[in-house]
């Protein structure tokens, strides 16, 4: 009877002791999350230089299709593909027999007709002596005039057949219409063309070539004050590149098209580089890389900005030891630096290491560099 008393009291103050303690449990205040630890720096402000980069794409300054202006065969090919050409060189050859003798008959045509217009003016000449005796009916030499003044005028149309058939031979020559480079012909020899449709070839200026690329209408006041200014590309201002291989020589401004594109919100812009060594050729896709400084301007680490639904935010800390969330506008990257168009300023501090682990309101302690080992 003792022991079952004494085992009563005993669960009866387990009891006791377990309520006691899920009471103190209940009581205790509810800890937050741990705070992050953070590095902290300074917004830096500098005088910066950087290149902006645009695609862009090779072009002649000059550049002609050669079509022939009368239809034969293909006599004579007077070059190598792909050479450089001169003015006036002669490049192609058509066959000139039919034109030739087109020309030989106008030639002869001409003649009759001289000797008609001689024969004419004779019998005006007697008509008139006759009329002054009064010894010929006046239409005889009204009819005499009008025969000479159409002998006058067949003479007339020879001579601009003449002309005629003399350009179609000259166009059975086809010659460089300036210096340049000329492509792989289209034909070759024995290829019958025809006048006005058949491509034979092209020739393209290559001393100096176009670079043009697109503006976004946004930097149209940049590029017109460096037109103003008549930046010659003698400070290397723009560059060219290809697959990161830098072109060796600098261009300049040339101008800016006439409007703006409605469609893409871009205006054409056109650089001429010089291409003494002939390592540009027409067609080529390269950057364009422009030279631009920025006074004053706010440098953060790329590592400080978290993009989120194609925005861009910096952590910048409170007196309250905690984050708060701030959207910049990035400019252009500078090594492993970047430049801040809005959001931050001279002197405001930012969270640069640690920001993975950040979210909005989030408490954050600096992180304490380790101690170096004591020296022996």
Known sequence: ???????????????????SCSDNKAGQAPQGPAAVPVTIEEVKITDASYH?????????????????????????????????????????????????????????????????????????NRYHELAKNDAVAKQLVDNADAALEAAQ???????????SVQTNVRYTKIYAPFDGTIGISAVKKGTAVTAG????????????????????????????NLLQKKASGNDS????????????????????DRA??????????????PNPNNLL???????????????????????????QLGEFFVYVPTDSSKVTQRRVDLGTAIGTNVIIKNGLKRG?????????????????????????????
């Open 1 to 19: 009877m003792l022991f079952h008393k004494s085992a009563t009291y005993t669960a009866f103050l387990g009891l006791i002791l377990l309520s």
């Open 52 to 124: 902006d980069e645009y695609p862009a794409t090779v072009t002649a300054l000059d550049m002609v299709e050669l079509r022939p202006q009368v239809s034969g065969y293909i006599l004579g090919v007077h070059f190598s593909d792909g050479a450089r050409v001169r003015k006036g060189q002669l490049l192609y050859t058509i066959d000139t027999q039919l034109y030739e003798a087109n020309y030989d008959q106008a030639v002869a045509n001409l003649n009759v007709q001289e000797a008609n217009l001689a024969k004419a003016q004779k019998d005006a």
């Open 237 to 256: 201002t723009f560059t060219l590149a290809f697959n990161g291989e830098k072109y060796p020589y600098v261009g300049k401004l040339a101008f800016l």
């Open 197 to 224: 449709q058949t491509l034979l070839n092209t020739v393209s200026t290559d001393n100096q070539l176009a670079v043009d690329f697109n503006v976004d209408q946004k930097e149209i006041f940049k590029f017109a």
């Open 281 to 307: 050729r027409a067609g080529m896709s390269g950057t364009v890389r422009v030279l631009s400084t920025s006074k004053e301007a706010v440098l953060i680490p790329y590592k400080a900005i978290s993009e």
């Open 260 to 273: 703006v594109d409605p469609q893409t919100g871009t205006i054409k812009t056109r650089l001429v580089f």
């Open 348 to 376: 405001e501090r930012l969270i640069v290491e640690g920001i993975q682990n950040l979210r909005e309101g989030a408490v954050y302690i600096t992180e304490v560099p380790a101690a170096a080992p004591a020296k022996k």
């Open 153 to 163: 005028r067949q003479v007339e149309a020879s001579k601009a057949n003449i002309r």
